[in-house]
């Protein structure tokens, strides 16, 4: 017996040791990759303390296109797309998708800095910087993250009174909405991100999702474990044991073929008729031109209507 003691209180030791060991790894990891961050956004600092007012940019995307065009700075390249633009913003160079810009075009255009968004920091910066091509990236992808770029690119460029503008207008908004949503019982919500092929559902770390905390009502994602990223898979089984008020659609790629999947979806599954938000017509298709993946000048309003389709 006494052996048999001490040998199960090596047997602890071991794998007590052990346990340490890895605790002490995924910290290690953990602190590596703070550090790294801390380290990227350090470089990012001291890259953008040499941008300034007299500094020629192109942009990469449509939401920093947007956001750079209403503070009145001027850019020599800006990326394609499909979608209708300013008459001011025609006139200037294209240079590419967001995602795979004309590195040609933009060596012509002699740049100080190519400015595209974080999202896109990984598949680009290194790609570019064996091109010699100097890069700035900004967040967008969040409500506050537009606000934080407002003033960044402001302050920089010598547009403040423009930029202090465009954030007291959407911090108005805010203050609107939490008077109006303080002492009020909190409506839930469940917003999904629908493609032709899938839907997943919108938590607090996507554009969207953000929107429906900051309108004053509650995420059915927020309490699941799992919604560490900006989407979740799809479960009808979470779905019907939250039954929100509010069902949100959110589309992206070929919105329209995305919307007749989202009909067929609603029309053909019958448990979706046993939902609350179904019942009282409290199904939303979210317009692509406030609501989209990332957030863009238009947020502010984006805000407002949200609140307006879930308190109304």
């Not at 999202?119 to 506050?144: A, G, P």
């Not at 949503?181 to 909190?186: H, I, M, R």
Request: proline fraction near 3%; include cysteine; charged fraction near 30%.
């Amino acid at each position: 017996m006494k052996k048999i003691l001490i040998i199960i209180s090596m047997l602890a030791m071991i794998m007590s040791f052990a346990g340490c060991s890895e605790k002490k790894e995924d910290v290690n990891t953990s602190a590596s990759k703070e550090q790294k961050e801390q380290n990227n956004e350090n470089d990012q600092n001291k890259e953008a303390d040499k941008l300034t007012a007299e500094s020629r940019i192109a942009v990469g995307t449509n939401s920093l296109t947007e956001i750079i065009n209403e503070l009145g700075i001027k850019m020599l390249g800006i990326p394609t797309t499909t979608h209708e633009r300013k008459e001011e913003l025609k006139k200037i160079d294209t240079i590419g998708s967001p995602m795979n810009p004309d590195i040609e075009k933009l060596k012509s255009l002699k740049l100080d800095f190519f400015i595209s968004d974080d999202v896109l920091k990984n598949s680009l910066q290194e790609k570019l910087k064996n091109q010699d091509i100097k890069t700035l990236f900004y967040k967008t992808s969040k409500y506050d993250d537009v606000k934080n770029t407002i003033k960044s690119l402001a302050d920089t460029f010598g547009k403040q009174e423009k930029g202090n503008k465009l954030i007291k207008d959407m911090e108005a908004i805010e203050e609107k909405i939490k008077k109006e949503t303080k002492d009020k019982e909190k409506i839930t919500v469940l917003a999904i991100f629908g493609t032709p092929e899938s839907f997943m559902m919108c938590t607090k770390h996507s554009y969207v999702g953000d929107l429906v905390n900051k309108a004053g009502a509650i995420n059915i994602t927020d309490s699941l474990e799992s919604a560490k990223g900006p989407y979740v898979p799809f479960s009808i089984e979470n779905i019907v044991k939250a039954n929100p008020d509010v069902i949100l659609r959110m589309t992206h790629a070929n919105p329209e073929q995305s919307r007749k999947m989202f009909d067929k979806e609603f029309n053909n599954n019958k448990v979706w008729q046993s939902l609350d938000a179904v019942k009282n017509n409290r199904v939303y298709d979210l317009d692509n031109k406030y609501f989209g993946v990332v957030a863009n000048i238009r947020c502010g309003k984006a805000l407002e209507k949200m609140f307006e389709m879930i308190h109304k």
